[in-house]
């Protein structure tokens, strides 16, 4: 439950984004929510936190296609020549199915200036830089950012120029992410102000103290991470040896979503993000549309089984499932040490299996995709 005046408070976070990154205040900008609308939440809130910023005198035009990839692109043909920078908000899979519709439709992504907000998934930087370079956008750290949100609490934290550098310095430093982040996995590093909000980290899971029509104390989000102030977060960063610029005075929390997406197969934990980064290499990239759904195959011996979405229109013979079972092996070899200790070698291979364009069992249009599927 939330007030107006909450509502006008919260939309200071995309004030970060927007206008200092951004520079929405010198520059006409086409800001286009590809949310879902309606009941969904981050539709209308995004909406309503844009139009608090153009009261505020951000040089915003807002459009609100929703999650209609034929809406979005019409808007960007007839609207976007017409402002100095466009502006999508969106899930980070949709928005790159956005950007490859829009090439296969012709639109020349660069020409636009195109700038994307991503919420809703932790993602790694190899998926960024495709996303980048398929949008025409040359720099990802001052053209790119996400936010970290919830249904009850609103945006909470978010990507600065500074903490994408960071992290960006940590995806290609090997032994990097344990050193900063006690961990294998790579979180979502981002910023948040001190406030608005409160986070606490008590053995991994991450807590929020902020005000409300109805305050959340000690909070429970679901998510695991940690947080540091920044001068912590640049200590961990020295001590790691990279040389990316310091952050901001902001504090800065991290997460590696929730783990009640990951699988457990003979005790080890599988993460989307890791099978995502087998999906990302040369030579996959250009026949997957980077969704998937993971399971276990039950029976005798568990497997591992996913199940990866092709392009639309792909050619049959272009893209080997092996291939591609070869790829999300290696990731895991390389980035889950408890897959590669408890599974038994023989059942380590995942099993991949291709599924056309909007699948309807597992890759359905207009609903916002889950990468775990539990079968009983």
Not at 61 to 89: D, H, K, S, Y
Not at 100 to 124: K, Y
Not at 212 to 235: F, I, K
Request: include cysteine; charge should be negative; charged fraction near 20%.
């Amino acid at each position: 439950m939330r007030s107006l005046n909450q509502d006008g408070s919260t939309a200071l976070p995309f004030n970060y984004i927007v206008n200092q990154t951004f520079e929405a205040e010198q520059k006409d900008t086409l800001a286009i929510v590809c949310f879902p609308l309606g009941n969904w939440i981050g539709g209308i809130y995004t909406l309503g936190c844009l139009q608090e910023l153009a009261r505020r005198g951000s040089r915003l035009t807002i459009a609100t296609p929703g999650n209609n990839t034929g809406e979005i692109l019409n808007v960007v043909e007839e609207m976007a020549p017409m402002a100095e920078q466009t502006v999508l908000f969106g899930y980070p899979p949709f928005l790159k199915d956005v950007i490859d519709a829009g090439r296969l439709r012709g639109i020349d992504w660069a020409r636009i200036s195109p700038r994307l907000v991503f919420a809703g998934e932790v993602f790694s930087e190899a998926w960024r830089d495709l996303v980048c370079v398929r949008a025409g956008i040359a720099d990802p750290e001052t053209s790119t950012a996400a936010v970290y949100g919830t249904s009850d609490a609103g945006v909470l934290a978010f990507e600065t120029p500074a903490t994408i550098g960071l992290r960006r310095a940590v995806a290609s430093t090997p032994g990097a992410t344990t050193k900063m982040f006690g961990s294998e996995r790579l979180p979502m590093l981002m910023q948040f102000d001190p406030a608005l909000r409160h986070f606490e980290a008590h053995e991994g899971r991450l807590f929020l103290t902020t005000d409300g029509e109805v305050p959340l104390v000690r909070y429970t989000l679901g998510d695991s991470g940690g947080v540091l102030s920044a001068a912590a977060l640049d200590a961990h960063r020295r001590a790691a040896g990279l040389t990316s610029p310091d952050v901001s005075c902001l504090p800065a929390v991290w997460l590696f979503g929730r783990d009640l997406f990951a699988l457990s197969l003979y005790g080890a934990n599988v993460y989307p993000e890791t099978v995502a980064h087998g999906l990302e290499v040369p030579g996959v990239r250009a026949h997957v549309t980077g969704k998937f759904v993971m399971e276990i195959q039950r029976g005798e011996q568990p497997r591992l089984h996913v199940v990866v979405e092709l392009v639309p229109h792909a050619d049959s013979d272009a893209l080997d499932a092996d291939e591609v079972t070869n790829s999300v092996m290696s990731s895991l070899s390389a980035q889950n040490s408890e897959y590669t200790q408890y599974v038994p070698p023989a059942l380590k291979t995942p099993v991949i299996e291709l599924r056309r364009y909007a699948d309807p069992e597992y890759f359905p249009v207009g609903v916002k995709h889950r990468y775990t599927r539990i079968r009983a």
